[in-house]
């Protein structure tokens, strides 16, 4: 049987699958390196260590920014200058020697979930991929809509009122950044929400502005697109907490204006960091079949 390897590229690692058609076996991650030779190298290695093992198919990847699935093009931004603006999928054809598709990481998570997870019964869903930034996909009749310049779901480039992004300020990345600028220690998102649960009084205030802001797009949101449902990945959904934590925050929004009676539905991926890779073989077939 023709195996097809997944690529889940992040800004701080990537990880590695291998997808036999009946099950996912997870291989080990890697750093991600900080320069585009650095990049090929990492990624050509792994691939080229699976095709002396096993039979591959093709090399489906999941990547931040503006994916044009037509041009093999990444625009837009993201932690990983290096992979925007040039045709990276004809380059890594010829590196890998086999077919290549990308698609933005936030839609990979989003045609995963939407095909057998948490978004498995609903048709409309707004996604929200919480990590090293914030990513997002926009689902309206169970279709990813890529929008006119293929930004359709990116939701962390909003300014809500405030001089710094959603993805500047919810990211456990940019919220440890904050914390440890102020405290002069070296901790992760996770660490920091730990503080926060302790009741570190910077932890907190970290912690309580970045679900504020959260629970504020989620409200827009709602009354922008009206999803069925919003469904939050990234490493922040593992947080057993969340949603209790966004609950009230939510709930004080709506009292504000006296029209917003609906509360949005809120769910975790059922895939978790797995969903991006599931999402990019899902993606792998729909190009390949055309």
């Given at each position: 049987?023709?195996?097809?390897?997944l690529i889940?590229?992040?800004?701080?690692?990537?990880?590695?699958?291998?997808?036999?058609?009946?099950?996912?076996?997870?291989?080990?991650?890697?750093?991600?390196p900080?320069?585009?030779?650095e990049?090929?190298?990492?990624l050509?290695?792994?691939?080229?260590?699976?095709?002396?093992?096993?039979?591959?198919?093709?090399?489906?990847?999941s990547?931040?920014?503006?994916?044009?699935?037509?041009?093999?093009?990444?625009?837009?931004?993201?932690?990983?200058?290096?992979?925007?603006?040039?045709?990276?999928?004809?380059?890594?054809?010829?590196?890998?020697?086999?077919?290549?598709?990308?698609?933005?990481?936030?839609?990979?998570?989003?045609?995963?979930?939407?095909?057998?997870?948490?978004?498995k019964?609903?048709?409309?869903?707004i996604?929200l991929?919480?990590?090293?930034?914030?990513?997002?996909?926009?689902?309206?009749?169970?279709?990813?809509?890529?929008?006119?310049?293929?930004?359709?779901?990116?939701?962390?480039?909003?300014?809500?009122g405030?001089?710094?992004?959603?993805?500047?300020?919810?990211s456990?990345v940019?919220?440890?950044?904050?914390?440890?600028?102020?405290?002069?220690?070296?901790?992760?998102?996770?660490?920091?929400?730990?503080?926060?649960?302790?009741?570190?009084?910077?932890?907190?205030?970290?912690?309580?502005?970045?679900?504020?802001t959260?629970?504020?797009?989620?409200?827009n949101?709602?009354?922008?697109?009206?999803?069925?449902?919003?469904?939050?990945?990234?490493?922040?959904?593992?947080?057993?907490?969340?949603?209790s934590?966004?609950?009230?925050?939510?709930?004080?929004?709506?009292?504000?204006?006296?029209?917003?009676?609906?509360?949005p539905?809120?769910?975790?991926?059922?895939?978790?960091?797995?969903?991006?890779?599931?999402?990019?073989?899902?993606?792998?077939?729909k190009?390949?079949?055309?």
């Amino acid at each position: 049987m023709e195996n097809l390897i997944l690529i889940d590229i992040g800004g701080t690692t990537i990880k590695f699958g291998l997808n036999t058609g009946e099950k996912l076996e997870l291989l080990p991650a890697k750093k991600t390196p900080k320069t585009l030779p650095e990049f090929y190298q990492c990624l050509e290695e792994t691939v080229n260590e699976l095709k002396k093992q096993v039979p591959i198919k093709g090399v489906a990847l999941s990547c931040p920014g503006a994916v044009d699935q037509k041009t093999g093009v990444i625009g837009g931004d993201s932690a990983l200058p290096y992979i925007h603006g040039f045709d990276i999928r004809s380059e890594l054809k010829k590196r890998f020697g086999l077919p290549v598709s990308i698609e933005n990481d936030a839609n990979c998570a989003a045609l995963a979930e939407m095909a057998s997870g948490a978004g498995k019964k609903v048709k409309d869903a707004i996604f929200l991929v919480i990590g090293t930034g914030v990513g997002g996909a926009l689902v309206v009749d169970k279709k990813l809509h890529h929008g006119a310049h293929l930004l359709g779901g990116e939701f962390g480039y909003l300014l809500l009122g405030q001089e710094m992004t959603v993805s500047q300020i919810v990211s456990p990345v940019s919220i440890a950044e904050r914390y440890n600028a102020k405290t002069s220690q070296a901790l992760s998102g996770k660490e920091v929400f730990a503080k926060a649960q302790t009741g570190d009084k910077i932890a907190c205030a970290e912690v309580d502005n970045a679900l504020q802001t959260l629970a504020l797009l989620i409200y827009n949101l709602q009354y922008s697109f009206d999803p069925e449902l919003f469904i939050i990945g990234g490493a922040i959904s593992k947080n057993p907490a969340l949603i209790s934590m966004l609950e009230p925050k939510l709930a004080k929004l709506r009292q504000k204006v006296k029209a917003a009676k609906l509360e949005p539905k809120i769910a975790v991926c059922r895939y978790y960091e797995q969903a991006n890779l599931l999402g990019a073989a899902i993606n792998f077939k729909k190009m390949m079949e055309g």
